[in-house]
């Protein structure tokens, strides 16, 4: 049994063919990395505070990071006028904290609220119990947001 030759026309077709394969390959991977970056951008990292109060503890297990938090003001909170609280699902976790909290809650109440993503960061459940959850922020770029209403 000999080795089949192939002409060398084939041969030269698998290369360009390999080669637009691995340069489109390339492109696509630099388009999808320009559109994350391009669909948000960071506005705040923190720890939420008052995660020993609420749920917390009751979804600890549950939290990944990259889950997605939702915010919701509280403009009656007797204590921070101010307090933009986070939920996983239907719980609780805490609140933004007060000295982060105020252009968050300035967007919110202008009805700017869906400008926002929130996430979980990182979640401990070995460290101190206020700091066994970071949320981030997003601010979406403007192109997403307007994605987003179609």
Known sequence: MGIIKFPSFIYFFVKIFLIILLVYLFFYQMILLLHIHYLHEHFLHFDVAGFTYHDGCMVIDALRPGMRLRLEREEDNVHDCQA??????????????????????????????????AYVQRVAPEAHPEHQL?????????????????
């Open 84 to 117: 933009v609280a986070i939920y996983y699902e239907q719980r609780m976790l805490g609140f933004v904290p007060s000295n982060m909290n105020g252009t968050l809650a300035q967007f919110i109440d202008a009805g700017y609220g869906d400008i926002f993503e």
């Open 134 to 150: 970071s949320a981030i922020i997003y601010l979406k770029a403007r192109r997403a947001a307007e994605n987003t209403e179609l």
